[in-house]
T-cell receptor, first 113, second 117 residues
Framework: DGGITQSPKYLFRKEGQNVTLSCEQNLNHDAMYWYRQDPGQGLRLIYYSQIVNDFQKGDIAEGYSVSREKKESFPLTVTSAQKNPTAFYLC????????????FGDGTRLSIL | AQSVAQPEDQVNVAEGNPLTVKCTYSVSGNPYLFWYVQYPNRGLQFLLKYITGDNLVKGSYGFEAEFNKSQTSFHLKKPSALVSDSALYFCAVRDILSSGNTGKLIFGQGTTLQVKP
């Protein structure tokens, strides 16, 4: 079955440490997104990529970095500059066609040790 | 600026009763509207969308939504609620004028639906 796989499901970060969240899709979608979800705040866009080797900042990009070397993969690095990284992180992808919904993975929950 | 508002943090309804989860939006162009559902520690699942055409759209699991252009609303409804419908519901809008073909969505803050037996 086609879908989006996020790993790991749970992740712990120590102070001063960078951590990388994986997102892989086999839907052949061109665009991919990273969102941060905090209680009562909905989803906030961190970064998005429409094609390989290109990506744009979203609303809360500070303290995060991404790469898009392959169409299927869009990893997110939470750097030590992100002072409040505890959240639920969701990856999504989007096919061509403006009337299509985004498809979501099952998320990674990041906590601070 | 584009925005989506879900005015209720939580909606409580008895099983078998009709339910409504409210959503209003503000965009500069024509909106594409979506509803998603999220169960605990899971991703968002697509329920239904409005693009154009009939104002009443039907989606998964018996849900439907009514688009009202004059009131800029897109309320989610279901004639008879199930306990298993208890979850977090998100309304989202894509403003074609500003987002182009990026696929970007703007999400509401979410509404928790609690269906009691």
């Amino acid at each position: 079955d086609g879908g989006i796989t996020q790993s790991p499901k749970y992740l712990f970060r120590k102070e001063g440490q960078n951590v990388t969240l994986s997102c892989e899709q086999n839907l052949n979608h061109d665009a991919m997104y990273w969102y941060r979800q905090d209680p009562g705040q909905g989803l906030r866009l961190i970064y998005y990529s429409q094609i390989v080797n290109d990506f744009q900042k979203g609303d809360i990009a500070e303290g995060y970095s991404v790469s898009r070397e392959k169409k299927e993969s869009f990893p997110l690095t939470v750097t030590s500059a992100q002072k409040n990284p505890t959240a639920f992180y969701l990856c999504a992808s989007y096919p061509r066609g403006r009337d299509q919904p985004q498809h979501f993975g099952d998320g990674t929950r990041l906590s601070i040790l | 600026a584009q925005s989506v508002a879900q005015p209720e943090d939580q909606v409580n309804v008895a099983e078998g009763n009709p339910l409504t989860v409210k959503c209003t939006y503000s965009v500069s162009g024509n909106p594409y509207l979506f509803w998603y559902v999220q169960y605990p520690n899971r991703g968002l699942q697509f329920l239904l969308k409005y693009i154009t055409g009939d104002n009443l759209v039907k989606g998964s699991y018996g849900f439907e939504a009514e688009f009202n252009k004059s009131q800029t609303s897109f309320h989610l409804k279901k004639p008879s609620a199930l306990v298993s419908d208890s979850a977090l519901y998100f309304c989202a809008v894509r403003d074609i004028l500003s987002s182009g073909n990026t696929g970007k969505l703007i999400f509401g803050q979410g509404t928790t639906l609690q269906v009691k037996p």
